[in-house]
């Protein structure tokens, strides 16, 4: 094992110089060539075609910790502690659990240290309140090693218990269409909202939408799939009201149409939310589990997940055979310098996601992955982002790929996956129904040994300046029609801005913007 991990080093290593060069083509001056769907103008700013009804790509740059482009803060240390024979994992929760009980100050109650060395550790570790950052010595081999021993947990859960309910009555939109990547939008009335307001937006998923997506004839051996049911909804905050328009935070990852939504159509309400942790973080350190192998239906090690939070980090953490290894699913998160190396690969048809990040308002950056037969990463059910991943490279037989029944907001930005494939795709009847699995989703400026990006009924995917061989299939257990290709721009020729998440990011909040996230 330690072998295993002293190459893992090494590995790492060799991941972050694979990266550079991804950074410098960013950079190059002798880039020439411009996408026709976003572009510097001649005044210098970003310019975007649309779509007929107005679509156009988002501005992923609210992505990340804060909402892209804060630093991540490095709160005070308040208790240290070093490992111990045996389980370290009560010692561990206690320290935590102390800070834990600490009065907030500017939104933090303080740092837990871990000294160098190997805690060995047969449960998960827990943080349950706002405020709390769990911290090593470093990951490397002269660091903090979190050893994973027992039976099969995750080895650090980050959870918040949140609860929303409506704050008034629902008012529905007014527009004949709404387009992904717009701020604003009309109501029938906003005599109840004010800016400053959460509001939740409730799109209801309706027979006639389901048929659009050709998602109701969905059946495997022999029986009927069901694709998606109920709504899919996503919160905002106003930020002005004109009259019944009304203006939010952050850009729709989604087109809205109502001729496919029913008589009640999209709603908005107001909402409030109790038991969301904030400023949460764990960083610096090392998880390792015991080789793993076996399908993906046993139990297995995974390294951490975060749940129920806003505005947290994970950083400078490297991650030894773990097994679906990483999920995020709160929001305004960032996961910095985050690298996984798998000495096994599990067996089967079915493959782990390495990544799932299925919240909002994610930023995986510069994150490394070496395995075989996993995806590298995925996204969930009804996922409405902006997720980004920003330069990360992952190695082996696997796949970034969008996993089940409409995601949207995805942009995976100057990434390379030599060994294996970038897919946005329908899915068809595989698991359960998964179907479409990802709409309005970017490709820019990327590498992998193919592209599979196919065309949603009444939304788009892109692949901007990407380089790899092209596919084209059918829905999967299909031998034909195949499915209608998304749209290719620049293709096998990178394209200026360099990086489309820094380029907006810039634009928005100025240079100091990227400095504050490491560029």
Known sequence: MISFILKGMKLGLIFCIAILPVVATAQQVGISVKSEWVYPNNSGKLAYKTLPGGDRIMDFSHAGYMGGGVKIPNPEIKITIAPIEGDNTKNIQQAIDQVSEMKLTRGFRGTVLLKAGVYNCEAPIMINASGVVLRGSGSDQNGTLINMTGKAHPCIVVRGNVVSKAAGKPVAFSDAYVPSGTYSFDLTNTAELKVGDTIRISRPVTTAWVKLMGMDTLVRDGKKQTWITGEITTDRIITRIDHKKVTVNIPLTDSYDPKYLGKQGTTVVKISSTGELSQVGIENLRMVSPDQTGTINESHHKAF??????????????????????????????????????????????????????????????????????????????????????????????????????????????????????????????????????????????????????????????????????????QPFNKDPFVAEGIYDAYGTPVTPGSLYLAQLAERLGPAALINIGY
């Open 305 to 474: 997940t975060m749940s129920g939070l806003a505005d947290g980090w994970a950083r400078n953490i490297e991650v030894f055979n773990t097994v679906n290894s990483v999920s995020v699913t709160g929001r305004r998160i960032t996961v910095d310098n985050l690298s996984i190396a798998h000495r096994l690969a599990t067996t089967g048809a079915a493959k782990p996601a390495d990544i799932n990040g299925s919240g909002r308002q994610l930023l995986f950056n510069r994150c490394r992955i070496t395995g075989d037969n996993m995806f590298f990463f995925g996204t969930g059910a009804k996922v409405t982002g902006p997720v980004v991943l920003l330069n990360c490279v992952f190695k082996g037989n696997g796949w970034i790929q969008p996993h089940q029944r409409w995601a949207t907001g995805l942009l995976i930005d100057n990434c390379e996956v030599p060994d294996g494939g970038i897919d946005f795709m329908n899915r068809g009847a595989m698991g359960s129904g998964h179907g479409w699995s990802i709409g309005w989703a970017v490709a820019w400026n990327s590498k992998a040994k193919s592209f599979l990006n196919q065309q949603p009924p009444g939304a788009a995917n892109w692949v901007i300046g990407g380089q790899g061989e092209k596919q084209k299939k059918a």
